[in-house]
Nanobody, 121 residues
Framework: QVQLVESGGGLVQSGGSLRLSCAASGSIFTINRMGWYRQAPGNQRELVAAITSGGSTNYADSVKGRFTISRDSAKKTVYLQMNSLKPEDTAVYYC???????????????WGKGTLVTVSS
């Protein structure tokens, strides 16, 4: 029932900006954390940015100062503003939702289908 719908990916020139959006829907009553991960060919999936229910944020060192994560709690939507984009940012970006669960392991992660961000040099 839980669904994450991503939007905002595309092609942008080096130095440009994009804003990704991820709207969560379904049987969601409590959210621990929402965030963005990315995966480039040959690389492992890595955390880009995350925001907890309390508003605390965490960023990968490679994007600090360039990316900003934010949320709209009422809309259950998380955003990723990406500025000063570099070719190294090219990857599939996945929205992540972490929620509590009644049974082991007491948390569960949901993932979006991914949106491709391509930064040209």
């Amino acid at each position: 029932q839980v669904q994450l719908v991503e939007s905002g990916g595309g092609l942008v020139q080096s130095g440009g900006s994009l804003r990704l959006s991820c709207a969560a829907s379904g049987s969601i009553f409590t959210i621990n954390r929402m965030g963005w991960y990315r995966q480039a060919p040959g690389n492992q999936r890595e955390l880009v940015a995350a925001i907890t229910s309390g508003g605390s944020t965490n960023y990968a060192d490679s994007v600090k100062g360039r990316f900003t994560i934010s949320r709209d709690s009422a809309k259950k939507t998380v955003y990723l503003q990406m500025n000063s984009l570099k070719p190294e940012d090219t990857a599939v970006y996945y929205c992540n939702l972490n929620v509590p669960k009644a049974t082991l392991p007491y948390v569960i992660d949901y993932w979006g289908k991914g949106t491709l961000v391509t930064v040209s040099s």
